[in-house]
């Protein structure tokens, strides 16, 4: 085929054994680089589940970490009402509130079973906030009447949430997982 008086095409050639052996290497490479790509799919699944397997273990322990603290929290609340420091009494209450609401937060990622809980410790992290900000506004009012029902109410949920720690702990990660999923 001419065009312009150049020969692009001749269809007289034939192939030589060099074409068709390039011809055979081409094929090759381009099944080892599907093949390549099939395992790249696979090892990046796999590199996915064990991202997730991970992270869904570390949100795991942080809330153990988070739940296993309010017990020394509330220790330290009682210590400082014992004492009559309004001001270690608010700094105490201000670090429940935000443990509480963290909880929440984490608890809400890892499992739906936990609903009640959660809706507890985010009453009673607003609960124990209002109590705190009424210490100051109130210096004559004694302590125990401004936190006594919030200091009652960490009492009655402290254990509902010491057994929610043990039964998370419990738990494995994969049956964590699973019932987020449902």
């Known amino acids: 085929m001419?065009?312009?008086d150049w020969m692009?095409?001749?269809?007289?050639?034939?192939?030589?054994?060099?074409?068709?052996?390039?011809?055979?290497?081409?094929?090759?490479?381009?099944?080892?680089?599907?093949?390549?790509?099939?395992?790249?799919?696979?090892?990046?699944?796999?590199?996915?589940?064990?991202?997730d397997h991970t992270r869904k273990s570390l949100i795991k322990n942080r809330v153990?970490?988070?739940?296993?603290?309010?017990?020394?929290?509330?220790?330290?609340v009682d210590a400082a009402s014992a004492a009559d420091n309004r001001h270690a009494l608010g700094e105490e209450l201000t670090q429940f509130s935000f443990r509480a609401h963290e909880a929440v937060?984490?608890?809400?990622?890892?499992?739906?079973?936990t609903a009640e809980i959660e809706?507890?410790?985010?009453?009673?992290?607003?609960?124990?906030?209002?109590?705190?900000?009424?210490?100051?506004?109130?210096?004559?009012?004694?302590?125990q009447v401004l936190v006594g029902i919030p200091v009652a109410q960490i009492r009655i949920l402290l254990p509902r949430v010491n057994a929610l720690g043990i039964t998370l702990q419990n738990k494995s990660i994969e049956s964590i997982a699973n019932q987020k999923e449902k």
């Open 64 to 76: 153990l970490t988070v739940l296993s603290g309010f017990e020394s929290l509330l220790n330290r």
């Open 105 to 113: 937060a984490l608890l809400n990622e890892i499992d739906e079973d």
């Open 2 to 4: 001419y065009i312009n």
């Open 119 to 143: 809706r507890m410790l985010d009453n009673l992290a607003d609960n124990v906030s209002d109590a705190r900000s009424k210490l100051f506004e109130s210096p004559d009012v004694q302590l």
């Open 8 to 51: 692009w095409l001749d269809l007289s050639a034939a192939p030589s054994v060099l074409d068709l052996v390039a011809f055979a290497i081409g094929a090759a490479a381009l099944g080892f680089a599907i093949w390549q790509l099939s395992k790249t799919q696979s090892s990046f699944v796999a590199a996915k589940n064990a991202l």
